[in-house]
């Protein structure tokens, strides 16, 4: 099992980007799936969550209208697409996910089982 993590990288303040998580190991169908950063010194916070079983979806306050979180079950790829950036979502983001979780708002509220490696999101001018 594996989930690769891409599309980090340097953008504006008010920029936008797209990270994409390739699953390897199991499908997306019927699977909680989510992204997850954090910062220097902070705790970790689930950011956007999916659960695959519903189509239902949980975001964090701090990124609600700004962040979606999607998913490609041809591709077995998650993406978040992440709008109007500023400096505090500056973090390593990392994709995650629970098999058998079907509900978005306890996987981004518990520890999922299956970890990738994060990607650095850094928003600066």
């Known amino acids: 099992v594996q989930l690769q993590a891409s599309g980090g990288g340097l953008v504006q303040p008010g920029g936008s980007l797209t990270l994409s998580c390739a699953v390897s190991g199991f499908t997306l169908n019927r699977t909680a799936v989510g992204w997850f950063r954090q910062a220097p010194g902070k705790e970790r916070e689930g950011v956007a969550c999916?659960?695959?079983?519903?189509?239902?979806?949980h975001y964090a306050d701090a990124v609600k209208g700004r962040f979606t979180i999607s998913s490609d079950t041809a591709k077995n790829t998650v993406y978040l697409q992440m709008n109007g950036l500023s400096p505090d979502d500056t973090a390593g983001y990392y994709c995650?996910?629970?098999?058998?979780?079907?509900?978005?708002?306890?996987?981004?509220?518990?520890?999922?089982?299956?970890w990738g490696a994060g990607t650095q999101v850094t928003v600066s001018s």
């Open positions: 995650a996910a629970d098999h058998g979780q079907s509900s978005s708002y306890a996987l981004c509220n518990d520890r999922p089982s299956t």
């Open positions: 999916l659960s695959t079983w519903n189509d239902i979806t």
